[in-house]
């Protein structure tokens, strides 16, 4: 029987916050860091040279970040990272300078990417391989990419075989796969011991693994025969051999497989961890609900954010970095909005000759593209869980159809009613269903169509979306309105 190679732990950590509690942290270190800039403004209106005045700022400066440091060294490292990732890049260094070294591992996992670079940058060589050292393989092929190479090579001089075998693995895959978020520490067992042998191997561990729910079983080649769920290993006879009561039919994953795909397995499957296998049918992993939880995370970050055709950026960045980031789709969304424009410029006589028109053009837009948006999220969603297939799509693009004909049918009445009440024109009321109902089919298409698109050729199709939808809807809702006005009212 063996365990993978692990870390010598840290020291315990401090309990982990409330979220309103962790907000409450936050605002008390705003709060001393503004006192902190006060006293210094304070002391700097002061002539030049006086050695009183800066002595003050010195013992003012220190009793701040000796409170601070109090603070932070009480606060869980998910904590600190919060923290962290809520102040500008200047007070965020100088709160990271205060962050005890025995924490400072951790907080680099808990925080988000574009936090971590900016952490990483302020520290020195010396400190960040002190940081890094007692990292797990699968820890440190996490942080490999942002840390220097002279770093990533000092670290591994430090670590076992095993262990250094391990992180060449894990940095092998690509990052969204199932490869690069498992880790390897795991109990492993031989199906022809009995559970007294297996339970006294357990007692002997310093620790389980975070997340052990199950004990995976192997052969001498490590080759995954069955897993023991603890549950089964406490309840049965301590003589029964393992063989007797393991599960011989297991979920496992691939290296490969898309982190997603194990995501949804885990929901699917309510499962706590899973055995990770290779070709071969070898152990070599596992992945964990804590991981997946990330993963999901931030996939819903990232569609959140791909809809309005932005990336992940640090929400105190400099301005150019921002621009860069939002310009390129906020340009594309000008130049959507003037076609749209310029659709309903060549009606300027239909307008002119009856302008209550320009009013209500506004409301055909706006609910086709909340119509679209609808359709839009749903099939985004449907995507990301696997759902949709060659098979069944024609029958879920007529049933998104019909379902927003039928909701048509009942708001463009509603529409029609408010067209009637300020125009006194049941022409213009019925003009306003019909203009309704077309551009809400309109939009229910572009939802269905511009994720299913993107999807085809590999790309997130969740990007843009709603700039697409809202330049689909926009243009043809002011087309249909202002077209059936001039055919059928003038």
């Known amino acids: 029987m063996t365990q993978s190679a692990a870390a010598q732990k840290p020291p315990a950590t401090p309990g982990r916050l409330d979220p309103e509690d962790a907000q409450h942290a936050l605002a008390e270190v705003q709060e001393r860091l503004r006192r902190q800039q006060l006293v210094a403004d304070l002391v700097h209106r002061q002539e030049e040279g006086d050695s009183k005045a800066s002595l003050v700022e010195d013992l003012v400066h220190r009793q701040h970040e000796a409170e601070l440091k109090t603070l932070l060294d009480g606060l869980h490292p998910a904590d600190i990272a919060f923290i962290l ?21 951790d907080v680099l996992l808990e925080v988000e990417d574009w936090v971590r670079e900016s952490l990483i940058e302020a520290m020195d060589r010396q400190d960040l391989v002190a940081a890094t050292g007692n990292m797990d393989a699968d820890e440190l092929a996490d942080l490999a990419p942002d840390l220097p190479p002279d770093v990533v090579a000092e670290v591994q001089k430090g670590l076992t075989e095993e262990e250094r075998a391990q992180l ?4 092998g895959y690509p990052e969204d796969s199932v490869g690069a978020i498992m880790d ?93 296998m290779d070709d071969q049918g070898r152990l ?26 932005l990336q992940e950026e640090d929400i105190f960045a400099p301005v150019a970095t921002a621009l860069r980031n939002r310009a390129p789709w906020l340009l594309f969304n000008l130049c959507t909005a003037a076609t749209a424009s310029f659709v309903a410029s060549q009606f300027e006589g239909t307008v002119s000759q009856i302008v209550i028109l320009a009013f209500l053009m506004s409301i055909v837009a706006g609910i086709g593209g909340n119509s679209g948006n609808q359709t839009m999220t749903l099939i985004i969603r449907a995507l990301a869980m696997g759902r949709i297939t060659g098979r069944n799509l024609w029958q879920l693009v007529k049933r998104e159809l019909l379902v927003t004909l039928m909701v048509g049918l009942c708001g463009s009445l509603v529409a029609a009613l408010f067209a009637w009440a300020i125009s006194h024109s049941l022409s ?37 979306s709603s ?15 202002l077209g059936l006005a001039t055919i059928f009212l003038l």
């Open 467 to 481: 700039v697409l939808l809202t330049f689909a809807t926009d243009s043809l809702g002011f087309f249909i309105f």
């Open 85 to 105: 990732e809520s102040l500008p890049k200047d007070e965020r260094q100088a709160i990271w300078k205060l962050v005890s070294p025995e924490h400072d591992a």
């Open 284 to 309: 070599i992993g596992r992945v964990t609900i804590a991981d997946v939880v990330d993963v999901m995370r931030e996939d819903s970050q990232e569609q959140a954010l791909s809809r309005a055709g």
């Open 184 to 276: 390897f520490e795991m109990v492993r067992v031989r199906e022809d011991v009995t559970l007294e042998v297996v339970l006294r191997y357990l007692r002997r561990l310093h620790e389980l693994p975070d997340h052990t729910d199950q004990i995976f079983v192997v052969d001498r080649q490590d080759k995954l025969q069955g897993i023991l769920p603890l549950s089964k290993l406490l309840v049965s006879e301590p003589e029964t051999e393992v063989s007797a009561v393991m599960n011989s039919d297991f979920l496992a994953l691939n290296p490969l497989d898309s982190d997603a795909d194990a995501a949804g397995a885990f929901e699917r499957y309510d499962l706590v961890s899973a055995p990770v």
């Open 428 to 464: 213009i009321a019925l003009v306003m269903m019909a203009a309704m109902i077309c551009n809400m089919l309109v939009g229910a298409s572009v939802g269905v169509l511009v994720p299913m698109v993107r999807a085809r050729f590999g790309k997130d199709p969740a990007m843009g």
């Open 168 to 171: 060449l693995e894990a940095m």
